[in-house]
């Protein structure tokens, strides 16, 4: 099983950054895409940013410009670093990686417990 815990989240001001992290462990054969996904009340969770086993990012319309996704494959972490944060961008924010515990599986969706961002004057 891999086990994902994110960090960094916290209050900020408007026009405000946080980072956050993600640290996968367990037993991890092969770690393909992580990216970050968030939940606002009242709506349905959504995909910020994710970023490839190679490098290759893919942004949420809303938050190209402002936040900036990586990763260091040698630590499985994936960071998502977020700038000019707005009060829209409240939410409960989740890490997903797909990856394989060992070859003899395929890939498996993970999911750690979330870090809430909120924005607030």
């Known amino acids: 099983q891999v086990q994902l815990v994110e960090s960094g989240g916290g209050l900020v001001q408007p026009g405000g950054s946080l980072r956050l992290s993600c640290a996968a462990s367990?037993?991890?054969?092969?770690?393909?895409?992580m990216g970050w996904y968030r939940q606002a009340p009242g709506k349905q969770r959504e995909l910020v940013a994710v970023?490839?086993?190679?490098?290759?990012?893919n942004y949420a319309d809303s938050v190209k410009g402002r936040f900036t996704i990586s990763r260091d494959n040698a630590k499985n972490t994936v960071y998502l670093q977020m700038n000019s944060l707005r009060l829209e961008d409240t939410a409960l924010y989740s890490c997903?990686?797909?990856?394989?515990?060992?070859?003899?599986?395929?890939?498996?969706?993970?999911w750690g417990q979330g870090t809430q961002v909120t924005v607030s004057s």
């Open positions: 997903n990686a797909n990856a394989r515990s060992s070859p003899l599986v395929s890939a498996t969706d993970y």
């Open positions: 367990g037993s991890i054969f092969r770690m393909y895409a």
């Open positions: 970023i490839t086993s190679s490098g290759s990012t």
